[in-house]
């Protein structure tokens, strides 16, 4: 499956580069944009976020059914509004991070950056309707809660684990600094667990996963991975 709205941090474009999921289900805990779920087309996956705008787009995703999402508005033209339109406040979250890409926050007006369709981005209209319209059926399996990390059991599974990260994380709606908590938080996990961050992350043994391409140039992306025993397993440098 492909996105099924822009996110900051997102890791669908990376999502090939970590182990694919081992054991089932796969959980994600700070869920975001789902985009390693969604990478690997897993069938069973337990989300949480502690942002209620996310959680609330992934219910409404969760449970819509591909003619009501055909029937949004495309909002054509620059300065249409969500808020000119009757639909449900989870619609206008979905609609919003379109009009916004790799923002960690919707919008509610269309901009003339955000109808932009250069290198073939693809933008909120007919043809990201019939994506998301499409993969619908996909999701039907996957759980979403408003939690915070902590208040999720713990149970053997493929943990996909990608908090905001300690250098540039000041950009999601909710911040985050108890890296201390959630170190040890990951090394409790069961089953295969694989921690996402940024080169100079010091809380958990990284390991380099690869420099890869970003709207602002290039970043170095690092790994933690555990097994079943949760005995660290660094990917070398």
Same mark, same amino acid.
């Given at each position: 499956? !492909?996105?099924?709205?822009?996110?900051?941090?997102?890791?669908?474009?990376?999502?090939?580069?970590?182990?694919?999921?081992?054991?089932?289900?796969?959980?994600?805990?700070?869920?975001?944009?789902?985009?390693?779920?969604?990478?690997?087309?897993?069938?069973?996956?337990?989300?949480?976020?502690?942002?209620?705008?996310?959680?609330? #787009?992934?219910?409404?995703?969760?449970?819509?059914?591909?003619?009501?999402?055909? !029937?949004?508005?495309?909002?054509?033209?620059?300065?249409?509004?969500?808020?000119?339109?009757?639909?449900?406040?989870?619609?206008?979250?979905?609609?919003?991070?379109?009009?916004?890409?790799? @923002?960690?926050?919707?919008?509610?007006? %269309?901009?003339?950056?955000?109808? %932009?369709?250069?290198?073939?981005?693809?933008?909120?209209?007919?043809?990201?309707? &019939? %994506?998301?319209? /499409?993969?619908?059926?996909?999701?039907?399996?996957?759980?979403?809660?408003? !939690? @915070?990390? &902590?208040?999720?059991?713990?149970?053997?599974?493929?943990?996909?684990?990608?908090?905001?990260?300690?250098?540039?994380?000041?950009?999601?709606?909710?911040?985050?600094?108890?890296?201390?908590?959630? /170190?040890?938080?990951?090394?409790? !996990?069961?089953?295969?667990?694989?921690?996402?961050?940024?080169?100079?992350?010091?809380?958990?043994?990284?390991?380099?996963?690869?420099?890869?391409?970003?709207?602002?140039?290039?970043?170095?992306?690092? #790994?933690?991975?555990?097994?079943?025993?949760?005995?660290?397993? %660094?990917?070398?440098?």
């Amino acid at each position: 499956m !492909r996105p099924f709205f822009p996110y900051y941090g997102s890791k669908w474009n990376i999502a090939r580069h970590y182990p694919a999921p081992a054991n089932v289900p796969v959980i994600e805990p700070f869920a975001g944009a789902a985009g390693y779920s969604t990478f690997y087309g897993c069938d069973k996956v337990k989300m949480f976020d502690v942002d209620p705008i996310i959680s609330g #787009v992934w219910d409404y995703l969760i449970q819509v059914t591909a003619e009501e999402v055909m !029937r949004l508005p495309d909002l054509p033209n620059a300065g249409d509004c969500v808020d000119d339109f009757d639909l449900p406040q989870e619609a206008k979250w979905l609609i919003g991070f379109w009009l916004n890409r790799g @923002s960690a926050q919707p919008k509610k007006s %269309r901009t003339a950056y955000s109808a %932009r369709s250069d290198k073939g981005q693809l933008n909120w209209g007919g043809k990201a309707k &019939e %994506r998301i319209a /499409s993969q619908l059926s996909g999701i039907r399996n996957w759980t979403i809660e408003n !939690r @915070s990390f &902590e208040e999720v059991p713990d149970e053997h599974a493929t943990w996909f684990i990608d908090p905001p990260y300690q250098e540039k994380g000041k950009y999601y709606r909710f911040s985050f600094n108890d890296f201390s908590s959630l /170190s040890e938080w990951c090394k409790s !996990r069961s089953g295969k667990v694989i921690v996402c961050e940024g080169v100079g992350a010091d809380w958990l043994p990284f390991g380099k996963l690869g420099e890869f391409k970003t709207t602002k140039g290039k970043a170095l992306e690092v #790994v933690y991975l555990a097994d079943n025993d949760n005995k660290p397993n %660094r990917i070398s440098a």
